[in-house]
């Protein structure tokens, strides 16, 4: 893929973080809205918040991470950063596709298990399941977000393949002499 020039990789930065933050914030909420669920002993608010959860799920879930995922591999393929070159980039890669995975085969299915169980007036079997989902979501997007900002481990092997032989690109834009994500 060629470089992005700097307009664009500016935009598409603030719809990644924007996006992974909107992702980050929702899982939060789930998490609230579960423990809500779970603690309370009332039978409106444990309805109310399995339905809650059950729409953000359903509508906001699987958009926001095939966005981050999306604009993340843009910004991967089109700057410097590369996808195979630093050990970062590919853990946030891996872990992006992993959570949404599992937003998909678990979260989802999970949160509209209990809505159906609920609404047929059986109380919550595993409350646990409910809890869980957004507890490790919640560790998984902190994490990717720590290592967004603190960039450890350095190159992979291909990536130090590349420095040595010199077809690396530059990581610097033509118009600024300091280093742009």
């Not at 500016?10 to 809205?33: D, E, F």
């Not at 309370?40 to 309805?47: D, G, H, L, N, R």
């Amino acid at each position: 893929m060629k470089p992005l020039k700097r307009p664009t990789r500016r935009a598409v930065l603030v719809l990644h973080v924007s996006a992974a933050s909107c992702w980050l914030g929702l899982t939060l909420g789930l998490l609230a809205l579960a423990l809500a669920a779970i603690t309370t002993e009332s039978t409106v608010i444990t309805k109310s918040s399995i339905r809650s959860m059950k729409v953000f799920t359903d509508w906001l879930v699987l958009p926001l991470a095939l966005l981050t995922l999306a604009s993340g591999l843009v910004l991967a393929l089109g700057t410097a950063w590369g996808l195979l070159r630093h050990r970062w980039v590919l853990t946030k890669f891996c872990l992006t596709m992993a959570t949404t995975a599992a937003s998909v085969f678990a979260l989802r299915p999970g949160v509209n298990d209990a809505a159906t169980a609920i609404s047929f007036g059986d109380p919550l079997a595993d409350s646990a399941d409910l809890v869980t989902g957004p507890i490790v979501s919640f560790s998984a997007y902190l994490f990717m977000t720590v290592i967004s900002v603190v960039k450890p481990w350095g190159l992979t092997r291909r990536g130090r393949r590349m420095r040595k032989s010199g077809t690396s690109r530059k990581a610097l834009d033509e118009r600024s002499p300091r280093q742009t994500a």
